[in-house]
């Protein structure tokens, strides 16, 4: 089992930034991946970013240029620096790990963007 705490959200004005940290702790030698997704009001999950275990990263083409995906291994943390937020950026951010055949997720930290 792997539990993940996710923190650093809240309130910005458009073009802020917000830097959210996920934690990770149980069994993180299983740890490979580790990522972002985000959930607005009423619309479906959207993958946002991953990291891999050597530090190759990927981002949806909707915050690419603008968000930056990082780890510190010795911490089990994954960061995710948001900068030149915009209101579309408004959601539940969800960090994740894969461990092989199993995700683990967080329990979401919200970011609103909003003048």
């Known amino acids: 089992q792997v539990q993940l705490v996710a923190s650093g959200g809240g309130l910005v004005q458009p073009g802020g930034s917000l830097r959210l940290s996920c934690a990770a702790s149980g069994s993180i030698s299983r740890i490979s991946s580790m990522g972002w997704s985000r959930q607005a009001p009423g619309k479906q999950r959207e993958w946002v970013s991953i990291i891999t275990s050597v530090g190759s990263t990927n981002y949806a083409d909707s915050v690419k240029g603008r968000f930056t995906i990082s780890r510190d291994n010795a911490k089990n943390t994954v960061y995710l620096q948001m900068n030149s937020l915009k209101p579309e950026d408004t959601a539940v951010y969800y960090c994740?790990?894969?461990?092989?055949?199993?995700?683990?997720w967080g329990q979401g930290t919200q970011v609103t963007v909003s003048s």
């Open positions: 994740y790990t894969d461990t092989g055949a199993v995700r683990y």
